[in-house]
């Protein structure tokens, strides 16, 4: 094997590897040729190359500093064969100088060839020891997979049956929880103070009436069904899950029941009333923002102002200035958080500017409705953004 690789080995020399001189008046038959060993970091030297045709071509030009290295010192030693050859003095006994191994030495041309041979084996020989110390590992592993296999043999067929089959229930149990969380976030969740059309907006949404009014709830009112105004359509529609919370102040903390997996929330504010019940809007809704359920999640909010029908009811950008004017005092003087459900890493705003809604964590909008009337369509383009039919 090594005589049918030792021509292409040595055919394999790697140019401009070696520091080289031309001859000297007082070494006429002699050139000076230094090798760097691959194997020594210690040793690094700059090679020469000559300016002009290259190596072993022509005599009597300069000879300049190159900073390549070779990576087999076989073929650097080969270089030296076919650079010193060319030589118009070199004969077949010149001797030549090198560097092998780290120390210098000299020798003939023909002992450069044996020396050439004598690398190749002891790569050989390199490869061969290497192959020894892996064929340990080699019959571990082979020994390895002999058993598995002798132990799948051995294993009763309806143990593997029993195997398969718990597979495939794990498969289906995952599939039903995902599929059960995706369920519950088609949860649009109603909430606001006490009066500001919740409830009436509820059953828009769910009959496409009014009822001619409701009282305040003391209980949510809750359910599954695809919206009013999609009955009609062809095709199939999701069902939206909708919560309307009440909106005493004691009955609020129901609301960290469906926060959590809430696809998004609806904010109703009475438009009429805004004014005197400014602060404890702005109150409700700060809570709401900073609570760490909706802060963490990103939970979409939609500010909808209803009662817009009435004359006397302010705008959705005059509302929605004055919210941000409001919450921009509560965050400074803290009074909104003693009873919030958040931490105080949980903060609304960039500290040391002005409020405004646009710098919520979570995305939030203001839109205006009115549930007596039946028009809603805000409301229900911020259901379905949230909720895909």
């Known amino acids: 094997m090594l005589r049918r690789k030792l021509p292409s080995l040595l055919s394999n020399s790697i140019r401009n590897a070696l520091v080289y001189t031309k001859p000297t008046s007082h070494f006429p038959s002699q050139s000076l040729l230094k090798l760097n060993d691959p194997t020594d970091n210690k040793c690094a030297t700059k090679q020469l190359t000559r300016k002009g045709d290259g190596i072993g071509s022509g005599k009597g030009k300069d000879w300049a500093p190159s900073e390549k290295n070779s990576k087999s010192d076989i073929c650097l030693t080969i270089k030296i064969i076919l650079l010193v050859n060319p030589l118009k003095n070199a004969k077949k006994n010149a001797s030549v100088k090198i560097l092998g191994f780290g120390v210098w030495a000299e020798h003939s041309i023909s002992q450069l060839k044996f020396a050439v041979v004598r690398k190749v084996v002891m790569d050989v020989d390199r490869l061969e020891l290497v192959k020894a110390q892996l064929q340990p590992f080699l019959r571990q592993g082979e020994e390895y997979v002999r058993r598995v296999e002798e132990f799948a043999r051995e294993i009763p067929p309806i143990q593997i049956y029993i195997a398969v089959g718990a597979v495939f229930i794990t498969t289906f149990l995952i599939y039903l929880i995902r599929l059960f969380k995706h369920t519950i976030s088609n949860t649009i969740v109603l909430t606001g103070l006490s009066g500001a059309g919740k409830t009436v907006l509820f059953y828009q949404l769910r009959d496409g009436s009014s009822h001619q009014g409701t ?85 979409p909010l939609l500010i909808l102002c209803n009662k817009v029908d009435k004359v006397t009811a302010h705008t959705k950008e005059f509302i929605r200035k004055q919210l941000e004017k409001e919450i921009d005092k509560l965050r400074t003087s803290r009074k909104a958080v003693s009873d919030a459900d958040i931490s105080n890493e949980f903060t609304l705003g960039i500290p040391g500017e002005p409020f405004s809604f646009s710098q919520c964590v979570n995305k939030v909008t203001v839109a205006e409705a009115s549930a007596l009337t039946g028009e809603i369509q805000p409301l229900e383009l911020f259901i379905r953004e949230r909720v895909k039919p």
């Open 215 to 299: 009282v305040t709830s003391m209980e949510p009112n809750e359910g599954l069904f695809v919206l009013n105004s999609e009955t009609s359509k062809k095709g199939k529609v999701k069902a939206v899950h909708l919560v309307d919370v009440p909106g005493h102040s004691r009955l609020r903390p129901k609301l960290d029941e469906y926060v959590p997996r809430a696809a998004g929330l609806v904010f109703v504010v009475d438009a009429v009333e805004f004014l005197p019940n400014c602060r404890a809007v702005s109150e409700y809704l700060y809570d709401i923002l900073t609570k760490s359920s909706v802060v963490k999640r990103k939970i």
